[in-house]
C-alpha cells in the first residue's frame, strides 16, 4: 500500500513546535516566505535537498517528514469506548534509568481498538524531553510487543528499550552488532545512545502505538 504523503503537516508541525515563523524557517533553509507557505497548503514540495536540511534541522529523519508518524497516533479517549490499562512511571525520555512501578490505581484508559489487536501492551509515563517532537514530557506511551527480532522493525521505530535493565524511549537504528537509540527532540543537547550488542544486551519491550500528551492526562486516568 503507499505511504500517503504528509510533507506539508509535517512542516508545520515542527516549525510551531520549534516556535518558528514562516519567514524564520525559509531563512534556515535558503527559502522565502511565500515558498513554507506553499509547503504548508501542499501546493508544492521542495527537492530533496530541501528535505533533508529541514529533517536535520528538526532532529528527525527525512521519511518522518515526507511520510509523518503514520504509526503513531494520538487519538481522543471516547469513554465508552476504552479499556484501563496499568502503567509504569520513569520511563525515561533521555538517558537510561530504572522503571518505577505506580500505585496500583495508576490507570490509563486506552482506546479498545488496541486491545481487539490481540497483543500484548505496556503502558508507561514518560520522564524527559529526548522525544518532545513527538512525545511530550510527561506523557504516557502504549506499546506492544513485537511479534518478530528487533532487528526486523523498520528504521526509525520508536520503542521502549530495556539495556542492562535500565530503560528508555527513543527512536531505533540498527546496524549489524550496533544499536542506535536516537532521540526525536528540540533539545539538540541529547545525544543518541550507542550500544555494541556483544557487550551489552537489548530488550525492546515493545513499540509504540499510541500516547496521551499531559494536557489531556488529568481527565483521562483514574
Not at 503513531?72 to 533521555?94: K, M, Q
Not at 505496556?122 to 524527559?128: C, E, L, P, S, Y
Not at 540498527?174 to 551489552?200: A, C, E, F, G, Y
Request: hydrophobic letters at 40%; a negative charge.
Amino acid at each position: 500500500m503507499p505511504k500517503n504523503i504528509q510533507f506539508g503537516k509535517m512542516v508545520e508541525r515542527y516549525m510551531r513546535l520549534n516556535k518558528l515563523t514562516m519567514k524564520e524557517l525559509g531563512e534556515k533553509v535558503g527559502r522565502g516566505e511565500s515558498t513554507v507557505s506553499m509547503w504548508i497548503s501542499n501546493k508544492s514540495t521542495p527537492p530533496m535537498g530541501i528535505v533533508q536540511k529541514l529533517a536535520d534541522l528538526f532532529g528527525v529523519t527525512t521519511d518522518t517528514m515526507i511520510y509523518g508518524d503514520d504509526y503513531l497516533e494520538e487519538i481522543p479517549i471516547v469513554f465508552d469506548d476504552y479499556f484501563p490499562l496499568h502503567y509504569s512511571t520513569n520511563l525515561s525520555a533521555g538517558t537510561l534509568e530504572e522503571l518505577l512501578d505506580a500505585e496500583p490505581d495508576a490507570v490509563v484508559h486506552v482506546p479498545i481498538k488496541y486491545q481487539m489487536m490481540k497483543k500484548r501492551l505496556h503502558a508507561f509515563k514518560v520522564n524527559g524531553t529526548s522525544m518532545n517532537n513527538v512525545i511530550a514530557d510527561g506523557s504516557i506511551v502504549v506499546c506492544e510487543d513485537i511479534s518478530s527480532t528487533y532487528t526486523q522493525l523498520k528504521d526509525g521505530t520508536i520503542v521502549v528499550v530495556l539495556v542492562d535493565g535500565l530503560a528508555t524511549v527513543k527512536r531505533l537504528y540498527v546496524r549489524d552488532n550496533q544499536v542506535t537509540l536516537m532521540p526525536d527532540s528540540t533539545d539538540k543537547s541529547h545525544l543518541p545512545i550507542i550500544i555494541n550488542t556483544d557487550n551489552q544486551a537489548v530488550l525492546v519491550a515493545g513499540r509504540v502505538i499510541w500516547h496521551m500528551n499531559p494536557d489531556d492526562i488529568a481527565d483521562k486516568i483514574y
